[in-house]
């Protein structure tokens, strides 16, 4: 073979040229060998590559799974804590209002506790009140003193202290004002004394349109809430008040009345302008 340097012959099984020195021998099983440890190596760094990306993928995918269920975990517990904090909540309004609810009860049965003993009490001193007045009545009246009056016809006695008695029904004339009323029946009006001796002497019980009025010896009239009429004709608060002349004037532009409503009773000055309800009385002697 020649030699690739100097181009002389040499022979086939040197491994340098031995005219210029250059390495000829097994150059090619150097080039297959390098050529082969090089494709080894390039191999080698392309499986570490390959396993480096692997390796890094995973982790990445492992990282991301692992924030995604911390982030998971994190959002439940944040709703269970939220949850909790509503129930938490709404059984402490509930435990406010069954207390409130308890105390609105105990309020009411003890209110009505009080009502019942109120009325119960009431009823004792009303009754107490009824046989107190009923048992002065034969002190003031008698027995023998009732038996003995002649009561004219359309009258009634009522078993008051100076005998009087009283007309079971008003007149017929309506309203009239005081002159008219002096006018038609004179003395027998009632007097601002007799009216207090009605007002003081009787029981009076509201019957929805007018009182009823008990004397003590059992005997009643009843007084209706005929109102009364203006200086226009208008008649007002029929049944609501009832206002009934006496014969007593108050100076020389009013006059006394009895005056009533589902409230009480009184005795009051009027103008002698109103049109106001007439009873009228006699004595039993």
Known sequence: MKCPNCGKEIANESQFCEFCG?????????????????????????????????????????????????????????????????????????EIERSHAKEGR??????????E????????????????????????TGEKIQKSKQIPKGYVDLGLPSGTLWKVENETCGHVTYDQACSFYGSDLPTIEQLRELKDNC??????DGFKVKGKNGESIFMPAAGYCNRVGSILYVGRYGDYWSST????????ELDFGSSGVSIRSCTRHDGQSIRLVCNSD
Request: glycine residues 6%; charged residues 35%.
């Open 249 to 256: 004037p108050n100076g020389s532009d009013e006059a006394w």
């Open 117 to 140: 003993a109120q009325r119960s009490r009431a009823n004792v001193k009303a009754k107490a009140e009824e046989n107190e007045f009923y048992k002065k009545s034969d002190e003031i």
């Open 22 to 94: 250059t390495k000829v021998g097994s150059s090619e099983t150097d080039h297959t060998r390098g050529g082969f440890n090089s494709s080894k190596q390039n191999a080698i760094v392309i499986i570490s590559v390959f396993l480096c990306l692997v390796f890094a993928g995973g982790m990445l995918y492992y990282n991301s799974e692992t924030k995604k269920v911390r982030e998971e975990l994190r959002v439940s517990q944040e709703k269970a804590e939220r949850e909790s904090a509503i129930r938490l909540e709404a059984e402490k309004q509930a």
């Open 203 to 208: 029981l009076w019980s509201w019957q929805g």
């Open 106 to 115: 105990e309020k009411l049965e003890s209110a009505k506790r009080k009502a």
